[in-house]
C-alpha cells in the first residue's frame, strides 16, 4: 500500500514541478517579443485492475504546448504586411506631397513668373531690360524644372536603395528561417516532443519576413516550414533558403528588380506585380503608381512649355528684324531642346542588334489656322515596342496597355498615332520578340534649358510680329484690316521680295484677290459665326469681318471697302515698339498647351499636385484604420497567446499547493511504513 502511495505522491511532485517550471518560464519571458504562453498537458497514469475495482496510479504531464493558433497568427501577419507596405508608400510620397506643394519650391511660382516677365517684355519690346528679365524667369524656370525632377530622381535612387536593402534582410530572414527548421527537424524527432522555443522563434521570423514582403506558409510532415512569396514562388523549403536577388531591370536598367537565384546562379527577374505588401511591395507600388508618374507628369510639363514656347517665338522678329526664313542668323527656339529626346531602353535579353530611338513631335497647332495655339499630344505613360517579325511593330501605351500596330523597315521611321512622338530604326536587324521601354518625358525636366545665345543676348527675343498690316491711304470706301499675327507657315523671305496686295473688285463674285503670292499658295478662310472652311485658292468671296490666314499671316478684314481698295501685307521695318509675338507669347499661359489640347501648362501640373495630395491623404486614413485592424487582431492573438501575469501568479500558488499535496502523501506513506515496521 505505501509502495502505490510513494509512486502517486511523486508522480504528483513530478506534474506540479513541471507545471511550475512552466509558468516560471511564462513569467519570465512575458516581455519576451514573439514568446507564446505555454502550459503543461496531464493526464492521469494507467490504472491498476482489483477485484475491490480500478485503482489509480497518478498522473503524468503529456507535453508542454504553446497556447498558438495559427489563424491568429496569419491574421496578424496579414494585418501587419499591409501596414507596412502602407507605411512604406505613405514615407516616400509624402515627401513629393511636400515638393510638388511647397509654395515657394514648387514650380506654379516659377512658371507665373516666366508669364509675368513675357507680359512685360510684351508691354515694352523696346526696353533690353524687360527682355533681360524675362530671360531671368525662364533661367529660373528651368531651374526650378531641374531642381524639382533633380528631387525626383534622388527619390528614385533612394527606392532602389531600399529595395537592395530589404532583399538583403528578406535573404538573412530566410536562411535564420532555414537553420531553425533543420533545429526544429532534430529537436523534435530526437525527443517527440514540440520545440516550443523554437517555434516562437521561427513565428517570430516570419512576422518580421512579412513586415518586408507578403509571405504565405505550408507545415511539413517533420515540423518544417515552406514560405512562398508571390504566386508560390520558393523561399524556403524545409531547411534550404533560397537567394533573392536586386539587380538592374532588363527593360530598364535604371531601376532596381527584384528576382530570385537558380540553381545555376543565374537570377529569375520577378515580375513586379508578384512584389506585395510588406516594406518591397510598398515602396514597388510607390514608384510604379505615384513616382514614374511624377516624374514623367513633370517631364511633360517641361517639354511642353519648351516645345510650344519656342514654335510661337519662330513666328516672330527680333530686336534686329530677323525672322524665320533668315537662316542661321534668327534664333527660333527660345529654349535649347537638343537634349529634350525620349529614352529608349533596348531590353537586355534581346537577341537583335537592332538601334531604336525616339523623337518628340513638333507641337500641333488648332483648332484652327486663325485662331488656334500650340499644344503637345505628349502623355504621363512610358511605351513599349515589340518587334514582331517582318515590318511589323506593336507599341503598347504602359498605362492603359493600349495597343497600336505599326509598320515599317529598317532605317526608317515608324507612323505613330498621335501620342507626341516618333520612333527611328536605325542599324542592325531585329529578333522577333525583342522589346525596348520608351519614356517620352521622363528626363525632359532634366534636360531643358534657355538657349545660350538669346540668353547672351535679349535683342534675339522674337518679341515682334515680322510682317505689317495697312490699308492704302487712297481707298475710298470704310474697309479696315487688323494689326493680324502669325501662324504656322510664316517665311519671311517672300515679304523681303515684295509686299502682298490684296484687292478689292466689287464687279467680281471672288471679290478679293492677292498678288505676288508662290504659285499655288492657299488662303484659309473663317467668316463670323462659322467654322473655319478648308483652304482654298485666291481669289476668293469677301464677307465683313472675315478672318483669313495667307502665307502664315492672320488677319481680319472688316467694314465695307469700295472697288478698287487694297491692303498690304509687308515686312515689319519697325518691329521695335512691337510686341504681338511676345503676347501670343504671354497667351499661352491659360491655353490649352498640354494632354492633346485638353489642359494649360499649370492645369496639367495642378492636376499632378491635387492627385498626389489625395493620394497621399488616402494612405494616411488607410494607414490609420490597417493600424487599427493590426492592433485588434494582436489582441485577438495575445488573448489566447500572450502571459497574463495575475494569472500566472495565481497558477504559481496553485501548483505550489499542488506540489505539497504531493509531499504530504510521501509524508503519509512514509508514516503508515514506520507504523508496520513497529508491529512485532
Known amino acids: 500500500m505505501s509502495t502505490g502511495i510513494y509512486s502517486i505522491g511523486v508522480s504528483g511532485i ?41 485503482i489509480g496510479q497518478g498522473v503524468h504531464v503529456q507535453t508542454i504546448e504553446r497556447m498558438y493558433d495559427r489563424y491568429l497568427t496569419s491574421q496578424v501577419n496579414s494585418a501587419q504586411t499591409t501596414l507596412s507596405a502602407i507605411d512604406a508608400y505613405y514615407g516616400e510620397i509624402k515627401q513629393i506631397d511636400n515638393l510638388l506643394a511647397d509654395p515657394s519650391a514648387g514650380l506654379t511660382p516659377a512658371l507665373q513668373d516666366f508669364f509675368s516677365g513675357v507680359q512685360q517684355m510684351a508691354a515694352n519690346p523696346s526696353l533690353l531690360s524687360a527682355r533681360e528679365s524675362m530671360i531671368s524667369s525662364a533661367t529660373t524656370l528651368v531651374n526650378r524644372f531641374q531642381s524639382l525632377d533633380s528631387r525626383l530622381s534622388e527619390l528614385s535612387d533612394e527606392v532602389n536603395g531600399k529595395i537592395q536593402d530589404a532583399v538583403t534582410s528578406i535573404n538573412a530572414y530566410s536562411s535564420q528561417i532555414a537553420d531553425l527548421n533543420q533545429r526544429i527537424i532534430v529537436s523534435e524527432s530526437s525527443y517527440g516532443q514540440p520545440a516550443n522555443d523554437l517555434l516562437d522563434q521561427r513565428d517570430t521570423l516570419i512576422g518580421e519576413l512579412n513586415k518586408l514582403v507578403k509571405v504565405s506558409t505550408s507545415t511539413n510532415s517533420n515540423g518544417s516550414f515552406n514560405v512562398f512569396v508571390g504566386t508560390g514562388q520558393q523561399l524556403v523549403v524545409g531547411n534550404q533558403a533560397m537567394t533573392v536577388t536586386a539587380f538592374a531591370a532588363s527593360a530598364d536598367p535604371s531601376r532596381i528588380a527584384v528576382g530570385l537565384q537558380t540553381m545555376a546562379g543565374s537570377s529569375i527577374e520577378l515580375p513586379e506585380q508578384l512584389i506585395t505588401g510588406g516594406q518591397l511591395g510598398g515602396l514597388v507600388s510607390f514608384r510604379n503608381e505615384t513616382l514614374d508618374k511624377a516624374r514623367n507628369e513633370l517631364g511633360r510639363v517641361a517639354a511642353s512649355v519648351a516645345l510650344t514656347v519656342n514654335a510661337q517665338h519662330a513666328l516672330g522678329m527680333d530686336l534686329s528684324g530677323n525672322a524665320s526664313g533668315d537662316g542661321a542668323v534668327f534664333n527660333a527656339n527660345f529654349f535649347n531642346v537638343a537634349n529634350l529626346v525620349p529614352t529608349v531602353s533596348a531590353n537586355s535579353h534581346n537577341a537583335g542588334s537592332l538601334i531604336v530611338s525616339a523623337q518628340l513631335s513638333s507641337p500641333s497647332y488648332g483648332p484652327e489656322v486663325s485662331d488656334g495655339n500650340f ?11 515589340v518587334f514582331d ?31 507626341g512622338f516618333s520612333v527611328s530604326l536605325g542599324a542592325g536587324v531585329g529578333s522577333v520578340g525583342d522589346s525596348y521601354l520608351i519614356q517620352p518625358t521622363r528626363n525632359a525636366a532634366a534636360n531643358v534649358s534657355v538657349n545660350a545665345v538669346i540668353a547672351a543676348d535679349p535683342r534675339t527675343v522674337a518679341a515682334a510680329a515680322p510682317f505689317r498690316t495697312s490699308a492704302t491711304s487712297t481707298n475710298t470706301g470704310n474697309g479696315a484690316i487688323s494689326s493680324g499675327k502669325t501662324v504656322p507657315g510664316f517665311d519671311v523671305s517672300l515679304l523681303r521680295s515684295s509686299d502682298i496686295t490684296i484687292s478689292y473688285n466689287a464687279a467680281s463674285a471672288t471679290q478679293l484677290s ?42 481680319t478684314l472688316s467694314g465695307q471697302p469700295s472697288n478698287g481698295d487694297t491692303f498690304k501685307l509687308s515686312l515689319n521695318s519697325a518691329g521695335t515698339a512691337d510686341g504681338r509675338n511676345a503676347l501670343a507669347l504671354g497667351q499661352l499661359q491659360t491655353k490649352n498647351t498640354t494632354a492633346g489640347a485638353k489642359a494649360t501648362f499649370q492645369g496639367a501640373y495642378a492636376q499632378l499636385v491635387a492627385n498626389n495630395g489625395i493620394k497621399t491623404r488616402e494612405l494616411k486614413v488607410t494607414g490609420d484604420a490597417q493600424q ?53
Open 514 to 555: 492677292f498678288s505676288a503670292l508662290p504659285p499655288g499658295e492657299m488662303v484659309t478662310i473663317k467668316l463670323p459665326g462659322s467654322p473655319e472652311a478648308a483652304p482654298v485658292l485666291p481669289p476668293v468671296a469677301y464677307t465683313q469681318g472675315m478672318t483669313i490666314s495667307v502665307h502664315g499671316m492672320s488677319f
Open 389 to 419: 517579325g517582318g515590318t511589323n511593330y506593336t507599341l503598347t501605351r504602359l498605362a492603359d496597355n493600349k495597343a497600336f500596330a505599326l509598320s515599317g523597315s529598317a532605317p526608317g521611321t515608324l507612323s505613330l498615332p498621335s501620342e
Open 628 to 680: 487599427a485592424v493590426l492592433d485588434q487582431a494582436e489582441a485577438t492573438r495575445d488573448s489566447l497567446s500572450g502571459v497574463n501575469l495575475d494569472e500566472e501568479a495565481a497558477n504559481l500558488i496553485r501548483f505550489q499547493q499542488a506540489y505539497q499535496a504531493s509531499a504530504k502523501l510521501l509524508e503519509i506513506g512514509k508514516s503508515l511504513f514506520d507504523t508496520i515496521l513497529q508491529i512485532r
Open 375 to 385: 499644344y503637345t499630344n505628349l502623355t504621363t505613360s512610358d511605351y513599349r515596342l
Open 14 to 54: 513530478a506534474a506540479a514541478q513541471l507545471n511550475l517550471l512552466t509558468t516560471e518560464h511564462n513569467v519570465v519571458n512575458a516581455s519576451t517579443p514573439g514568446y507564446t504562453r505555454q502550459r503543461a498537458v496531464q493526464a492521469t497514469n494507467i490504472a491498476v485492475n482489483t477485484g475491490a475495482g480500478s
